[in-house]
Nanobody, 122 residues
Framework: QVQLVESGGGLVQAGGSLRLSCTASGRTFRAFVMGWFRQAPGKDREFVAAIRWIGGYTTYADSVKGRFTISRDNAKNTVYLQMNNLKPEDTAIYYC???????????????WGQGTQVTVSS
């Protein structure tokens, strides 16, 4: 099985930045696409960004486009989420997930990390 471990979360003031990391171990390349999701208290989990391991195609949720950047280092089996100009509404647990297919459908994400907390104060 693939293990995904997120890191880099923390407490930051509005306008600040954080970089999240997701390192995969095991059968990493059974996932063709890696994604970041987030879940705030009392809310559904929502899509944030995704990237293909091969080619580096990216897509973003409208709420973070222009502020967040997803990237990957194939050699390190690591995906990053650079989060700039953070807002209080970005506060959530952020999860890394693996997609075994090439289409960004939620149901295609079958490997999940445990999440890392991001808290943005006003």
């Amino acid at each position: 099985q693939v293990q995904l471990v997120e890191s880099g979360g923390g407490l930051v003031q509005a306008g600040g930045s954080l970089r999240l990391s997701c390192t995969a171990s095991g059968r990493t390349f059974r996932a063709f696409v890696m994604g970041w999701f987030r879940q705030a208290p009392g809310k559904d989990r929502e899509f944030v960004a995704a990237i293909r391991w091969i080619g580096g195609y990216t897509t973003y949720a409208d709420s973070v486009k222009g502020r967040f950047t997803i990237s990957r280092d194939n050699a390190k089996n690591t995906v990053y989420l650079q989060m700039n100009n953070l807002k209080p509404e970005d506060t959530a647990i952020y999860y890394c997930a693996g997609n075994k297919r090439t289409v960004n459908y939620y149901a295609n994400y079958t490997d999940w990390g445990q999440g890392t907390q991001v808290t943005v104060s006003s």
